[in-house]
């Protein structure tokens, strides 16, 4: 491979696009010789101006191409050829070669390539060649020669395209650019679609004119492919028939119907778009199934472009048409007021991104990546300036008043749009329109995902931090106030009289199926603490008059005592024949058994109380459907140790609770204390509130009861506390603050000994110091050690001489315990 320097004035970029560009069009319609003519013009005008003077210059470096060597035209010289190349690829890989070998190698195989494509069209060309299907079909010799040519070819390109891939960057560049070695391969890709856009014409003129001779010879296809063209025409006609009419008409009967909801008006939103902007999907629907399932040519490549050229007019066509009819109606908060510049700034960035994806498209299709695609690549960016320009100056104030109305926009980023005049403000207005993209970009993504409960929770936690900085004022001013009074606390933590119906509605409706069909089975309902299990049994209760409810302590005796109690059986010594006989007297088919999990102690001889639980009710089995509840952090150490095995005929788990129902359970609760909250200081980012509530207070309500729900991973008991506890009192008035979190910080400094007693504390609910020592078989000391640090941080609390974890602290303790495979969640 030689290289050869040849002088000339520098020249920008713009102009040699545009000077690859004319030369590429004259090369086209004028023929090869004129286009080298014009080449060879413009280098001797260059060599012909070139000062004589000894100073430096800069140069042009020009890739001239090896004469083509004769053997090289033989039939197997494409093998050789991806030989060669693939060795190459493995010695450079091994380091035993260098990338630039690459450019010796495209130096024997270009003029190859340029023989072989000439030759081929020459032959093409000639009027006798025949590309019937017939011939093809028949494998005549001459037809079979041509297709083997073409695949030839084919698969050169393939070759020069992963020599383009593998070669240096400055080979690259060099051949994909608008100097004379990229006009150069720029005429040799040219050569190959004129070839290509011959062989498809021609081809299908000839197999269309074959069809009648074809349909003699086998008449079903060509029968079946002309029936099923009827059908489509048949049934898009009928379809368009009936849309004028029928898309109003079923518009309208969607809105007559009363109250108009929501859902009812986007659907009728939804038909009036489609009604509009219908046509390009109807026909590219149309092309998509003529292509799909009608071949009567058969040729690949000729389906590939028309099905490109459908896509992509149609696609940009149904946008056009769609961002008009947003215009044209005047979407709320959206394109509401926008001018007719603005309009058509809209309307212009979507055909130069349509045209754009369309020629890089058929670009693939034709000859992949090379000169041609990165001559159009520049183009479009060259005429995107021109629609960018355009499309700033027009939105560049309406970006800059929504910056200024945006509560949670930076400072940083209000400070860099002052200027806004000049070289500065296009500036500005660059920075102004990225940052609206991604805020309206951030908002969007975080409505959908909030529509389902992991996605409000990642968005909860997401902006905690920024909530903490937002209110940092109302903090600060909070401190020294007062907090809500103990009766009101109480009603906002534990009132009874609270009742979400869609809670408690499955697992009831389970229950009295059971009971319709007379089960006498046992029942285990499991679900963590707070969850409702309580809740649950006592609106059993109040469903089925026929029912007993009994707590469990950790002490199976007090059950007996419970049971005894609410039969009436006052003697001390009850038999279970008494029991029996009781629950028959009073036809008692319903036992609820509350926080069985208690009897499950920490201590060596824990299990010995659940077991009695057991065999007592295997006692009275037959009389009653038992339904018992336990926490699942105990559930799950039960089934370990195989006692819950065979058990229980049916289980219930309680799920998590979601943000609608946590929020109607705030609602009742603060009805039943008759408070009004006044959520207006607080300072909650568009991200967290619901876009639909236009008040300040709606949207913060909103925002603050999708906080607390996050943070208390769908727990009522944990949410209640932690929303009691961001209530407080100023100036009279009750106001909202952001709820206190713990910190997990404190946790993760614990040692081993430390979470390993708050793992106890979790699977077995209160215990005792002792119960604590003798399931770890810790030292007394070491353990109250541990337990003396966690009640000073306020993550254990004392109650009746036992320990438990806090609510505050329940649910951090139970995710990092999870996070580091000390419990099952």
């Known amino acids: 491979m030689t290289w050869k320097s040849i002088a000339g004035k520098p020249k920008n970029k713009f102009s040699n696009v545009l000077r690859g560009i004319f030369l590429s069009f004259l090369f086209s319609f004028s023929g090869p010789a004129l286009a080298f003519a014009a080449v060879s013009e413009e280098t001797k005008t260059v060599e012909k101006n070139q000062p004589e003077t000894a100073e430096p210059i800069e140069t042009e470096i020009q890739y001239l191409a090896e004469p083509i060597n004769s053997e090289y035209l033989s039939d197997n010289s494409l093998e050789q050829f991806e030989a060669e190349f693939y060795e190459l690829q493995d010695k450079i890989a091994n380091l035993n070669r260098s990338a630039d070998d690459y450019e010796q190698l495209y130096g024997r195989i270009r003029p190859v390539i340029v023989e072989k494509t000439e030759q081929l069209y020459q032959r093409i060309q000639h009027q006798d060649v025949d590309l019937r299907l017939l011939t093809q079909v028949r494998n005549e010799d001459e037809f079979i020669e041509l297709f083997s040519q073409a695949r030839e070819i084919k698969k050169f390109y393939l070759l020069r395209h992963n020599i383009f891939v593998e070669a240096t960057d400055e080979f690259r560049e060099l051949l994909t650019s608008t100097k004379l070695n990229g006009i150069n391969e720029a005429k040799l890709e040219f050569s190959y679609v004129r070839l290509q856009m011959l062989i498809i014409v021609k081809a299908t003129i000839q197999r269309v004119l074959e069809v009648p001779e074809r349909f003699n010879l086998a008449p079903v296809d060509i029968f079946i492919n002309l029936v099923m063209i009827f059908i489509a025409i048949v049934v898009l006609q009928k ?3 009936w849309a004028k009419t029928g898309l109003p008409l079923w518009r309208q009967k969607i809105l007559e119907v009363r109250p108009r909801t929501p859902g009812r008006m986007k659907a009728a939103r939804a038909i009036w778009y489609f009604e509009n902007t219908r046509t390009p999907i109807e026909w590219l629907l149309f092309i998509k199934f003529i292509l799909g399932s009608i071949d009567i040519v058969q040729i690949q490549i000729l389906i590939d472009v028309v099905s490109t050229l459908a896509f992509w007019l149609c696609l940009t066509y149904f946008v056009f048409s769609f961002l008009s009819k947003m215009i044209e109606r005047g979407k709320q908060n959206v394109l509401k007021n926008i001018s007719i510049k603005q309009s058509a700034s809209l309307k212009l960035a979507v055909w130069w991104l349509g045209w754009y994806k369309l020629s890089f498209e058929l670009t693939a299709i034709f000859i992949a990546y090379g000169t041609i695609f990165a001559w159009l690549e520049t183009l479009f960016l060259f005429l995107l300036l021109p629609v960018y320009v355009f499309f700033i100056f027009q939105w560049r104030n309406d970006c800059f008043n929504y910056i200024e109305a945006e509560r949670d926009a930076p400072q940083l980023i209000k400070k860099l749009i002052t200027e806004r005049k000049g070289i500065k403000g296009f500036f500005s207005a660059n920075v102004a329109l990225i940052f609206v993209i991604y805020f309206v970009s951030t908002k969007v993504f975080l409505s959908l995902i909030s529509r389902v409960e992991s996605g409000r929770r990642i968005t909860a936690e997401i902006y905690r931090k920024k909530l903490l900085s937002d209110n940092n004022e109302l903090l600060e001013k909070t401190k020294s106030a007062a907090s809500l009074y103990p009766e009101l606390n109480e009603i906002l933590i534990a009132s009874n009289e609270s009742n979400i119906a869609s809670v408690v509605e499955g697992p009831t409706s389970k229950v009295m199926t059971m009971l319709e069909h007379k089960e006498r089975s046992h029942l285990a ?11 649950l049994l006592k609106n059993l209760a109040a469903e089925h008059g026929k029912a007993i409810s009994l707590n469990c302590s950790e002490d199976f005796s007090a059950v007996i005592e419970s049971m005894k109690s609410q039969l009436g059986l006052a003697a001390e ?13 009073q036809e008692i088919d319903l036992i609820l058994l509350d926080n069985c999990h208690r009897l499950l102690t920490a201590e060596a001889s824990g299990q010995r109380e659940i077991r009695r639980l057991y065999g007592w009710i295997n006692e009275l089995k037959g009389l009653a459907l038992w339904v018992l509840t336990f926490d699942s952090s105990s559930w799950s150490l039960l089934n370990a140790l195989g006692i819950a095995t065979g058990f229980f005929a049916n289980t219930i788990v309680l799920k998590t609770w979601t943000e609608d129902q946590i929020s109607e359970l705030f609602d009742q609760r603060c009805q039943q204390a008759d408070i ?56 009279g008035k009750l106001i909202a603050k952001l709820p206190a979190y713990p910190e997990s910080k404190i946790i993760e400094n614990y040692d081993i000994n430390s979470l390993l007693v708050l793992r106890v504390l979790c699977q077995f609910g209160r215990c005792s110091v002792n119960d604590i020592v003798n399931n770890l078989r810790l030292h007394g000391l070491v353990v109250n050690s541990a337990l003396a640090a966690c009640v000073a941080q306020g993550i254990v609390e004392q109650i009746s001489g036992r320990y438990q974890i806090t609510w505050l602290w329940f649910r951090e303790v139970s995710k990092y315990l999870a996070r580091q495979n000390l419990l099952t969640r």
């Open 239 to 241: 379809w368009r028939t």
């Open 573 to 585: 010594n009850i038999k279970t024949a008494d029991i029996v006989k009781a629950l028959k007297a």
């Open 525 to 535: 309902v499991i679900g963590e603490r707070g969850i409702g299990k309580s809740h």
């Open 676 to 731: 009004n909250i006044d959520f207006s200081q607080l300072i909650i980012p568009r991200q967290l509130a619901d876009i639909e509530d236009d008040s300040v207070e709606g949207r913060n309500q909103s925002g603050i009861f999708r906080i607390i729900w996050g943070y208390a991973d769908g727990n009522p008991a944990i949410a209640c506390r932690t929303f009691a506890s961001s209530i407080i009192y100023d100036q």
